[in-house]
């Protein structure tokens, strides 16, 4: 009498299952929509070690993803917990087209205050011209 055993089978499944649920997990964490200004070279996603500073339109400022306000001192509070889990002192600036020059200068600033030494500004790569 010949018998099929499914349990590995079963395993294989269940493998499967747990990577699809991670993956979707990363997938569906991937930031905020910004429309980054193009450039001939842009920052690749392997140098994102550091602490990422998202300027959004209207005067909205974001570190490492979570709001805070430049108004008070919630921003250094903020920029000072980013900058202890992270052993790099890079701030990556990612601004959105409609923002004000003078807000990046003024997080520029602040950052460096708080123990930023390098600064790097997030831009999408320019479309290839076809020849």
Known sequence: ???????PLTDIFLVLLIIFMVTSSVMSQLGVNVNLPKASHSIAESQAEGVIITLLPGGKVQINQRAVSLSDTTFEKS?????????????????DRETFLGSAIEIMDRARKEGADKFAIATMPAAQKSE
Request: no cysteine; glycine share 4%; hydrophobic share 50%.
């Open 79 to 95: 920029l000072k917990v980013a900058f202890q889990k992270t052993s790099s002192r890079l701030v990556i600036l990612e601004g």
């Open 1 to 7: 009498m010949a018998e099929i055993n499914i349990t």
